[in-house]
C-alpha cells in the first residue's frame, strides 16, 4: 500500500505543515477539523503538494528531508510536483 508525503498551507498564518500518510483524504480531513492539535491554531489548510512513495520508509526520509528546507527552497521542491 503507497504511502504519501503531503505539504499543507495555512493562508491565515503564512505556515507550511509537512506530513505522511496512507490515508491523504482522511489526514486533511482531520487537519481542518482540528482534530491534529500542532495545526489546529492555522486553520484552514490547504493541500499544496502530494507525492507517492511506495513504502512508509520511504515516505519518512522524504518528509525528514522536506522539514529541513527553509520555505524558499520548500516552494522551488513543490513547483517541480505541482
Keep these: 500500500m ?3 508525503v503531503y505539504v499543507l498551507f ?3 498564518a503564512g505556515k ?3 506530513g505522511q500518510t496512507q ?3 482522511n489526514r486533511l480531513k482531520r487537519h481542518n477539523n482540528g482534530l491534529e492539535k500542532f495545526t489546529q491554531p492555522y ?3 490547504i493541500l499544496k503538494c502530494v507525492i ?3 513504502s512508509r ?3 519518512v526520509i522524504l518528509e525528514k528531508k522536506l522539514k529541513n528546507l527553509n ?3 520548500l516552494i522551488k521542491f513543490m513547483e517541480k510536483y505541482i
Design 16 to 18: 507550511f505543515y509537512i
Design 23 to 25: 490515508d491523504i483524504d
Design 2 to 4: 503507497p504511502f504519501f
Design 10 to 12: 495555512s493562508e491565515t
Design 71 to 73: 520555505k524558499e527552497k
Design 43 to 45: 486553520l484552514p489548510w
Design 52 to 54: 507517492e512513495k511506495s
Design 57 to 59: 520508509s520511504e515516505a
